[in-house]
């Protein structure tokens, strides 16, 4: 089970941390991502960390912004966003899977309920 919190409302340039626990199965046996769905758009890949966090990837549009991390001992995945946008605007969704580090939504077998962020302008 995943529970994902953290989002609200903030102005463009702003920062939020979004925040994931897990729970029901060993933390450091899975990879962990975070995904995004703006409304009327596609859920799109936005960070993904492996299981020790050695292994990190972003999407593009977030490089630099953003910084996914874990924290093993409390079973959380972290996402902190700096420099937020307009176009960051969306519903965010933290992920578990448990073979591949992916960016491939379709291979995450696990989904939190979503938190959304809003980024005014």
């Known amino acids: 089970q995943l529970q994902a919190s953290g989002g609200g409302l903030v102005q463009t340039g702003g920062s939020l941390r979004l925040s994931c626990a897990a729970s029901?199965?060993?933390?450091?046996?899975?990879?962990m991502g975070w995904f995004r769905q703006a409304p009327g758009k596609e859920r799109e890949f936005v960070a993904a960390?492996?299981?020790?966090?050695?292994?990190?990837f972003y999407a593009d549009s977030v490089k630099g912004r953003f910084t996914i991390s874990r924290d093993n001992a409390k079973s959380t995945v972290y996402l902190q966003m700096n420099t937020l946008k307009p176009e960051d605007t969306a519903v965010y969704y933290c992920?578990?899977?448990?073979?591949?580090?992916?960016?491939?939504?379709?291979?995450?077998?696990?989904w939190g309920q979503g938190t959304q962020v809003t980024v005014s302008s």
């Open positions: 029901g199965r060993t933390f450091t046996t899975i990879v």
């Open positions: 960390i492996s299981r020790s966090g050695a292994s990190i």
């Open positions: 992920a578990a899977s448990i073979m591949r580090f992916t960016v491939v939504a379709g291979e995450y077998d696990y």
